[in-house]
């Protein structure tokens, strides 16, 4: 009997950009502004495996180089490596140039991309997200996450998982995830 050859796991893409990269022309900033542990990056992951690469990352050229450094977009790329040591196929991904002249000015634009002016209203959040079947597990909400931590995520969104829970797809049944 011939052996059945093994499905490759692909990430798909889910936006569309004008230009697409491969991931080793990408570098990151030499100073990453974010502290990611492990857990973080398997979260962005599960993210990409359920709905696919969404957004494209903002990269910034640096003249004469045929490489780009990624603006916006680090933990995604982190995500896809991770995912690409797992066995799976990464595609080029979707890229928006942002132009700056030197690498000073690509910082304040990385900067300027993470700034986050205002604060989600835990109620408006509850109201935005109501009908949505959330799995909070994989997602940081600022100023929203925080509060769900201290309550009981389940009774206030149907259908959402925890945080350190996972759903078990045969029994539906809430464990942690280890």
Known sequence: MAKQAIPK????????AKTH???EKFRMMPQ???????????????????????????VWQP????GYVIIDGHGRYNALKFLEKKG????????????????????KKLLEVGNMNGLIDFDQFEEFTKGLELDLSNLYVPNVSDVLDTLDAVGFFPGAVPPGMCVCPKCNKHTPIK
């Open 32 to 58: 990453n502004l974010k502290d990611r542990q492990r857990v973080h990056v398997e979260k962005l992951a599960n993210l990409i495996i359920e709905h696919g690469f969404l957004f494209p990352f903002f």
């Open 88 to 107: 799976y196929t990464i595609p080029d991904v979707p890229i928006v140039v942002v132009h700056a002249k030197n690498e000073q000015e690509a910082k």
């Open 63 to 66: 003249p004469q180089t045929d």
């Open 9 to 16: 796991k692909t990430i798909y893409i889910q936006c569309t």
């Open 21 to 23: 990269v491969p991931l």
